[in-house]
C-alpha cells in the first residue's frame, strides 16, 4: 500500500501527540511531551511532515535550518510503534527519511545535518550516513543516552 508524505497540519497535532506516547518510554520520556506541544505550536513549518498510510498519519519529522552554526538539524522523527511489520517500517521509513533528505537538498545550504537521538537508533542513523559526535549517559532519561550525530553533506 503506497504512502503519502505532506506538510504538517495544526489540525494533525493530536494524532501526532499519539505517535509520541506509542514510543514512550522506550524511545522518549513522557516529560519530553511538553517540548513537543511547543515544537508544534511554535516551529512546525513547511519542513515538518507526515507520514498517512491507509488514511492513518503514522510518522512525523522535519528539519531546521541553524545559518548562525551553519548546521540543518532534524526533529522529532517517529512512527506509531506496532503499526507496520518490521519490513514495511523498514520500506516506509526509508521512503520518508529519503524524503527529508531531498528537502534539505533543495534548500542548496553546504551545512551538515544533525540529529540528536538515542542509542536506540544509532545503528539506524549509522546505516544513513551519520557518525556519532558526542554521548552524554542518560541524557535524556534513565537508560536513554542522549547521542549527537552528524552527517556530513554534499550534493554530488
Given at each position: 500500500?503506497?504512502?503519502?508524505?505532506?506538510?504538517?497540519?495544526?489540525?494533525?497535532?493530536?494524532?501526532?501527540?499519539?505517535?509520541?506516547?506509542?514510543?514512550?518510554?522506550?524511545?522518549?520520556?513522557?516529560?519530553?511531551?511538553?517540548?513537543?506541544l511547543y515544537?508544534?505550536?511554535?516551529?512546525?513549518?513547511?519542513?515538518?511532515?507526515?507520514?498517512?498510510?491507509?488514511?492513518?498519519?503514522?510518522?512525523c519529522g522535519?528539519?531546521?535550518?541553524?545559518?548562525?552554526?551553519?548546521?540543518?538539524?532534524?526533529?522529532?522523527?517517529?512512527?506509531?510503534?506496532?503499526?507496520?511489520?518490521?519490513?514495511?517500517?523498514?520500506?516506509?521509513?526509508?521512503?520518508?527519511?529519503?524524503?527529508?533528505?531531498?528537502?534539505?537538498?533543495?534548500?542548496?545550504?553546504?551545512?551538515?545535518?544533525?540529529?540528536?537521538?538515542?542509542?536506540?537508533?544509532?545503528?539506524?542513523?549509522?546505516?544513513?550516513?551519520?557518525?556519532?559526535?558526542?554521548?552524554?549517559?542518560?541524557?535524556?532519561?534513565k537508560n536513554?543516552?542522549?547521542?549527537?550525530?552528524?552527517?556530513?553533506?554534499?550534493?554530488?
Amino acid at each position: 500500500m503506497p504512502i503519502q508524505i505532506r506538510t504538517y497540519q495544526q489540525t494533525d497535532k493530536e494524532r501526532v501527540l499519539l505517535i509520541f506516547e506509542s514510543n514512550c518510554p522506550k524511545y522518549f520520556e513522557k516529560r519530553d511531551e511538553a517540548d513537543l506541544l511547543y515544537f508544534l505550536e511554535n516551529f512546525a513549518d513547511k519542513n515538518f511532515m507526515v507520514v498517512i498510510k491507509d488514511q492513518t498519519i503514522l510518522g512525523c519529522g522535519g528539519h531546521y535550518v541553524k545559518h548562525e552554526k551553519k548546521q540543518i538539524g532534524i526533529a522529532w522523527v517517529m512512527f506509531q510503534r506496532y503499526s507496520l511489520g518490521a519490513s514495511e517500517f523498514s520500506r516506509v521509513s526509508t521512503e520518508f527519511f529519503n524524503t527529508l533528505l531531498d528537502r534539505i537538498g533543495k534548500e542548496k545550504l553546504e551545512y551538515d545535518i544533525l540529529i540528536n537521538t538515542t542509542q536506540l537508533l544509532e545503528r539506524t542513523f549509522n546505516k544513513l550516513g551519520f557518525q556519532t559526535q558526542r554521548v552524554i549517559p542518560s541524557g535524556f532519561g534513565k537508560n536513554l543516552d542522549h547521542l549527537v550525530m552528524r552527517r556530513k553533506w554534499n550534493f554530488e
